[in-house]
């Protein structure tokens, strides 16, 4: 069918339809009424992806979300009275939630996986490990006894080995001891029996405090994008996250992302969801470091967390401190097993949550061995829903006086994605076994060039997907090179 570029006019069509599933659930847990909720038009094409799982219309109705929020906020800053329609191309979710598969630097594509991340046959079972950043991956070949001088030609052959000795569950355990990521492959039944899923059932998709009335912020005097004149502290890293703040830079938010220079980036990662956005260095232990980011927090609107409870609290931000502090900022808070339970302190990532809450053995081609979803939904889903939060906080704040707090986990996300069953012929989306489509139109995907530190690079990327009222078709502001900016607002 034909897709119409993102913001375009909508008429009323059979092909469309409404919020279902998941993403009713989340746009009644981010506090979008029903009336907004209408200008939803969801196409019945669906992206050509194959599961056993509706992550099509996860997918398609998280980048509605966020794309209404801002056309909330647009109404609600130009004083009209309902949000502007939208509807989002299929082909375009495609391409981003996939966004490592068109990525392109120089015209070479980036190794996605390390040798060490992936599933791996235990004694009783399956795990998954994950081993992309350098330190990740010298954590598991210490907990498997893999000198760092094995090349990667032979450590698998040798992991494989290794891991063939352990028990699925002692190995997790250990893992988690050492620091390493290794997760046991669970069956749906098992995950929803522990005590992590336990904690997820009694709670809503997203979970919002709101903090006690105080005087409204104004919205900058600043026309233009929905956030235009917004200022986002992201304390993020891998996908979720940047996804989230990288929407809100589309929208025209001031987005400055900082990292401790002690963590290192995976450089093609940062350039595939840091459109938009600028990236600072800073040391939070360093007592200079950690005055420029205190100036920074005190001139924020919204400040984004991905980091585990433990660390925020050594470092002094946790949300609830940060409500006393700053009555007027927004808090977000993303994170792989939730802020709160048994796990709340473990590393995660989606391919993690994927294999623990039992969607990667839903996902089994074979029947014996898991799988997978055809992209990262948990990660792109929960970054879209987050954007569509912090938008929708931004404009009840500068309406009612009233902060909030946003916390999203993918592991709450994964059961509410299993939760909505398989999808059939008449939803537009493919099961397992069917087709998957033709190539995707040029459209969706957009190349710029960065400015690195050793020249100019053409970067590929996919093309923005949010949906809002004259959203921008490429990016406007080219990704920055991680840690290049200086620690300041524009």
Known sequence: MHEEPPGAPHSESAQDRGLRGVGSSAAAAI???AEQSAAIHVPLSMPAWRSRLRVGELAMNSVALASLAMNVVRAARSGDRAPAPVRVSAARVAASFGSERV???????????????GFWRTADGWVRTHGNYPHHESRLRRLLG???????SRVTERAAA??????NLDLEHAAYESGALAVAVRTADAWRQHPVALEHA??????????DPHTPRPWPSIDGAPLAGIRVLDLTRVIAGPVGTRDLALAGADVLRVDSPRLP??????LDTGQGKRSTLLDLDVARDRRCFDDLLERADVLVLGYRPDALARLGLEPAALASRYPALITAELSAWGTAGPWQDRRGFDSLVQAASGIALAESTTGDAPGALPVQALDHSAGHLLAASVATALARQRATGRSTHVRIALARLAQELLAGGEPSAHDGESPRGAGDGGPEPAETTVTQTVHAPDGPHRVTTAAPVLAFDAAPTPYLRPTHTWGADPPRWT
Request: charged share 15%.
């Open 202 to 211: 009694a709670q809503p998709l997203l979970t919002q405090w709101l903090g």
């Open 162 to 167: 290794r891991i063939a000795t352990w028990r």
């Open 31 to 33: 506090g979008l009424t």
């Open 265 to 270: 980036e995976i450089p093609w990662q940062h």
């Open 103 to 117: 990525f392109r630097i120089d015209g070479a594509t980036p190794t996605v996986w390390s040798p060490l991340s």
């Open 146 to 152: 893999l000198s760092d001088s094995i090349d990667s």
